[in-house]
Nanobody, 126 residues
Framework: QVQLVESGGGLVQTGGSLRLSCAAS????????MAWFRQAPGKERVIVAG????????YHADSVKDRFTISRDNVKKMVYLQMNSLKPEETAVYYC???????????????????WGQGTQVTVSS
């Protein structure tokens, strides 16, 4: 079975940093676009960042592009999200997701992703 397992969430104060990790198994990892989404209580799930099969093309939401960095290691089958200068409004459950694509495009829509992790809670105190 395909499994995505997130880790690294926690409680930080405003301006702090966290590094999220996603361990993938049961899939040909290099065939998938990988992404991080987040969902705050009562709000829709939105993309934070995505990365193509090669790791050489990335997408970062405008709200995070100067502070967050997505990366992947196709040998270890790991995806990471380095989050710096965190803000209270970024408190949410963060999800790792995998999208099988033919040419490596990064979709922004959660419905395009085939597999999801269980999520990891990130809380930023004000």
């Amino acid at each position: 079975q395909v499994q995505l397992v997130e880790s690294g969430g926690g409680l930080v104060q405003t301006g702090g940093s966290l590094r999220l990790s996603c361990a993938a198994s049961g899939l040909t990892f290099s065939s998938y676009v990988m992404a991080w989404f987040r969902q705050a209580p009562g709000k829709e799930r939105v993309i934070v960042a995505g990365i193509d099969w090669s790791g050489r093309s990335t997408y970062h939401a405008d709200s995070v592009k100067d502070r967050f960095t997505i990366s992947r290691d196709n040998v270890k089958k790991m995806v990471y999200l380095q989050m710096n200068s965190l803000k209270p409004e970024e408190t949410a459950v963060y999800y790792c997701a995998a999208d099988l694509v033919g040419y490596g495009s990064i979709s922004r829509g959660p419905n395009d992703y085939d597999y999801w992790g269980q999520g990891t809670q990130v809380t930023v105190s004000s």
